[in-house]
């Protein structure tokens, strides 16, 4: 019922920056919130940044100070602005959104479908 499409990913060397983007569709009453998990080769999914329809903005501790989520509610859009990139962030990135649906109850969490980040030294 509701699509979330990522785009921006791609391969940057260690320091640069990317910026990855993220936008809701479908029967959408409105958004909690949007954010972005990671997952690195062999490894366990993390939650990187969250934002709420509040503007409130969490991170993980090792991004704080080089990435930035930002909301454009009217878009149904979330970004993630990515600084000094380090190898280590080299991962699979997934928007999530928290949406609840038109003519439902609930608020249900949404996936995209993932972009690589490929960070080389």
């Known amino acids: 019922q509701v699509q979330l499409v990522e785009s921006g990913g791609g391969l940057v060397q260690a320091g640069g920056s990317l910026r990855l983007s993220c936008t809701a569709s479908g029967s959408i009453f409105s958004i909690n919130a949007m954010g972005w998990y990671r997952q690195p080769p062999g490894k366990q999914r993390e939650l990187v940044a969250s934002s709420t329809s509040g503007t409130s903005t969490n991170y993980a501790d090792s991004v704080k100070g080089r990435f930035t989520v930002s909301r454009d509610n009217a878009k149904n859009a979330v970004d993630l602005q990515m600084s000094s990139l380090k190898p280590e962030d080299t991962a699979v990135y997934y928007c999530?959104?928290?949406?609840?649906?038109?003519?439902?109850?609930?608020?249900?969490?949404?996936w995209g479908q993932g972009t690589q980040v490929t960070v080389s030294s």
């Open positions: 999530y959104a928290h949406i609840a649906i038109i003519g439902r109850g609930g608020i249900y969490q949404y």
